[in-house]
């Protein structure tokens, strides 16, 4: 039985295709039993994994034929497995009978894609990591999937990850082969300057920063298909899977569902009528609040709120969740300010809470650093962090928009 699943994986592992060496690979412990890559359609979660897969396969086989574990490893043993829950495997047999016999065999990483395809996935997850101590499980989770605090069969067990599409930097990376590095927040604040110039001897960022606004955030960008197309293609599988079958809305709302995002479209980075939304889609402000919720939860817009306010309460403003899905706005032409703060709060929010704030300023990040965004640099410093968009070396606070995509 588990020859059929061997030769989809074989198959998959050898036409897997990772560009770069995405960040996230380095820092997850790959020893934690369960593991969740959590990340928004199109960013490339099963190509990780896969390649995740490919490496511990190399790894294997570089292991010394003396090393205890090879030793005690049933002859012919593969060491992980790669499988689709929508397989029609599972409409007769359970997630941890093959694991069980995976396990037998000799298995040590089982790689599932999928998972909220299979009914009770986080139970036989729960089950599996209790039965079977030496097996690893590393599965794929849409960004809606319930998963800690909102999900009691593994919230005290499993470890979670959220991968990204591509930053500015891995994007730079690819298009030149360069190998720069990333930069905590911190260390952009006070050297931004040293960084800058020691990049810009090496590659001209700004050549790069607006063909990455365009198309540089999904990995669809270097298929040879249309990218526009591919995009629209995900977006709509973001509502018809991700909000429409995972949260369990009747499809006769899914015409006012794409209306809410295309009336979203059309006008962020804006601030939110629910009103007049409401009165526009004919659905209660109540609904419309969770559709945002939804949206939001399925990495098509982001939210911001003012400091100490979070959902249900209505968010300070609406932006698109990267510049991608914003230039995907064909009935309008968007200002390089709403671009710039898109790719602004884009870059910062994945490892960094980002707020509005009372004061002047646009952003609060981590409640202690006051930004501002422009498009071009102000003739005098500012008093405050600037992330500036056409600006290829800063000065002072004056900080160019394309470091902060060096966050990861």
């Known amino acids: 039985m588990l020859d059929a699943f061997f030769k989809i994986h074989d198959f998959l592992v050898e036409h897997t295709f990772m560009p770069i060496r995405r960040q996230l690979m380095d820092e997850i412990d790959w020893e934690d039993r369960l593991i969740a890559i959590k990340g928004g359609r199109g960013v490339g979660k099963t190509d990780f994994v896969l390649s995740r897969a490919k490496e511990i396969e190399q ?38 009978e093959l694991a069980g016999k995976f396990v037998k065999s000799g298995g040590e990483y089982l790689f599932l894609d999928q998972v909220f395809k299979y009914p009770n996935w986080s139970r036989e997850l729960k089950k599996c990591y209790t039965k079977y101590k030496n097996l690893h499980i590393v599965f794929c989770a849409t960004p809606v999937l319930p998963l800690e605090e909102e999900n009691h069969d593994i919230a005290d067990i499993v470890k979670t990850y959220n991968l990204r599409g591509f930053s500015f930097r891995e994007y730079l990376n690819l298009q030149t082969g360069m190998r720069f590095r990333s930069y905590t927040l911190e260390e952009i604040l006070q050297h931004h300057g040293s960084i800058a110039r020691e990049i810009c001897e090496r590659v001209r960022p700004l050549e790069y920063f607006n063909q990455y606004i365009t198309h540089g955030y999904y990995p669809s960008y270097l298929e040879s298909t249309s990218f526009e197309a ?68 399925s990495r098509l817009i982001n939210l911001l709120y003012m400091e100490n306010k979070n959902f249900p309460m209505k968010p300070s403003k609406v932006y698109m969740q990267n510049t991608n899905l914003a230039k995907m706005a064909f009935m309008r032409e968007l200002t390089p300010q709403d671009l710039y703060e898109t790719c602004f709060y884009a870059s910062i929010h994945g490892a960094h809470k980002v707020n509005a704030t009372e004061r002047s300023a646009m952003f609060v990040v981590d409640n202690k650093y006051y930004f501002d965004v422009r498009v071009d640099q102000p003739t005098r410093d500012t008093i405050r962090p600037t992330a500036v968009g056409e600006m290829e070396i800063g000065r002072g606070n004056l900080i160019p928009l394309w470091l902060l995509g060096f966050l990861y």
Request: proline share 5%; with cysteine; hydrophobic share 40%.
């Open 230 to 297: 591919e995009l629209l293609k995900t977006m709509n599988t973001m509502l018809d899977v991700d909000v429409l079958m995972i949260k369990q809305i009747d499809v006769a709302c899914l015409n006012k569902l794409r209306r809410l995002l295309y009336i979203l479209m059309c006008e962020a980075p804006c601030a939110l009528n629910v009103s007049s939304i409401s009165e526009e889609i004919g659905l209660s402000r109540a609904t419309i609040m969770n559709y945002i919720k939804y949206l939001k939860d």
């Open 59 to 96: 790894e294997w086989k570089n292991r010394p034929v003396d090393d205890e574990r090879k030793r005690k490893t049933p002859p012919g043993a593969r060491p992980c497995l790669y499988v689709r829950m929508s397989d029609f495997y599972f409409t007769e047999n359970t997630l941890v």
